[in-house]
């Protein structure tokens, strides 16, 4: 029911950036204003819209003092998240797009995953898929992997495959937000640097283990359309934290003459070795190298490869990996199974994900 006064904040503020969406904007609302948490907030940030939609978001809130509407001439995403951010009063922030749709519970079973986990900063949640699987089995996919990835441990882990959690689908602490920052403009997809620059940070991330989101996948989606979300931005921008991680693991400081440590200049205790010699594979992990990682060279399965030289690399054997300690690997192929199978060989190898190698794609 809607809130008829308010002494306080409540405790949940859900964030919804809103440009030209009248075709889908009354369900989503719905979906919000029907949860099973009744205290919250939600505050719409009419991002320069001229199809109707400030004009439904103004009669919504006329109907409920639950809604806020802020307007603001067409500035992107960006700055509307941060606008609806600054503008939100609850200690939880709730993401919310404008063509999606959140079930009953959403509201209620994230706060309580904070409640019951006071480590965690970001709440997700399982994702139903809203598309056509045959027409866009590729995003589908990426759903279903999205789904498998519950606990901080396994999100922590994947992160630099891709973004770990459906961005509309969270929810985080707004003290996040004033200690780490907002959004961040760039070429660069907005969400996927948030996680990021957060996990870098230290922030657990966890998922409530049901279907709470329902994540539509239309074709004018800003992940389609956007040159913000192609492949390569991804790659670009995940190489400054691949770096940021693999430096904190691998560099330490130098001995003295007397076996002491020195203090200053570090240097690399291990070498990095890319799996994955083809051409794009090595393209997308060369972005590593304005950020000070060296590759010292690749390996592949290809036996036309190995033995070879790649880009002045020696490629390698999976079977000529030394053991674990000795080197570092970064799994750049993405090709379907090819994580399982870098993951079982290095495994059976005695690497550990997140001490000796990461995957990257």
């Keep these: 029911m809607p809130a008829r006064c308010r002494r306080s904040p409540p405790p949940v503020s859900v964030v919804l ?5 009248a075709a889908t904007l009354a369900r989503a609302a719905e979906s919000i204003r029907g949860q099973t948490l009744i205290d919250w907030e939600l505050i719409a940030v009419d991002d320069g819209s001229t199809d109707g939609s400030g004009e439904m978001l103004a009669a919504l809130a006329r109907t409920d003092r639950r809604v806020r509407v802020l ?10 998240l941060n ?5 939100a009063g609850g200690d939880l922030i709730a993401r919310m797009d404008a063509d999606d749709e959140s079930r009953a519970e959403r509201l209620a079973e994230q706060a309580a995953l904070f409640e019951t986990d006071p480590g965690i900063g970001v709440a997700g949640c399982l ?27 396994q999100i922590a882990l994947n992160r630099f495959v891709e973004s770990p959690v459906a961005h509309p689908s969270v929810m985080f602490r707004r003290e996040l937000v004033e200690r780490l920052g907002g959004y961040r403009e760039g070429d660069f997809p907005e969400d996927y640097e948030l996680w990021l620059r957060w ?3 230290g922030v657990r991330m966890a998922k409530v283990p049901r279907v709470l989101f329902g994540w539509q996948d239309r074709p004018g989606r800003l992940s389609r359309t956007d040159r913000r979300y192609r492949p390569e931005a991804f790659f670009r921008l995940k190489a400054e934290w691949i770096a940021r991680a693999v430096g ?23 070498e990095i070795l890319v799996w994955g010699a083809g051409r794009v594979t090595r393209r997308r992990a060369e972005h590593l190298l304005a950020h000070g990682v060296r590759i010292a060279g690749y390996i592949d399965i290809d036996p ?11 490629v390698l054997a999976p079977a000529e990996l030394p053991p674990p300690g000795e080197i570092f690997v970064l799994g750049y192929v993405a090709k379907r199974g090819a994580r399982e199978l870098m993951r079982e060989t290095l495994s059976h190898l005695d690497y550990v994900e997140g001490r000796d190698f990461f995957m990257c794609a």
Excluded: F
């Design 199 to 201: 996990l870098d940070a």
């Design 248 to 270: 904190r693991l691998l560099l330490k400081p130098p001995l003295e003459r007397d076996g002491k440590q020195r203090l200053g200049d570090n240097a690399p205790s291990r």
């Design 127 to 153: 994702v139903e898929y809203g598309g056509d699987r045959a027409a866009h089995a590729g995003y589908a996919l990426h759903i279903d992997w999205l789904n498998t990835l519950l606990t901080p441990a």
């Design 17 to 21: 950036p809103v440009c030209n969406a």
């Design 83 to 87: 606008a609806g951010m600054a503008a």
């Design 304 to 314: 036309k490869k190995i033995g070879l030289k790649a880009g002045g690399r020696p």
């Design 71 to 80: 307007t603001q001439p067409h500035r992107g995403i960006v700055a509307a």
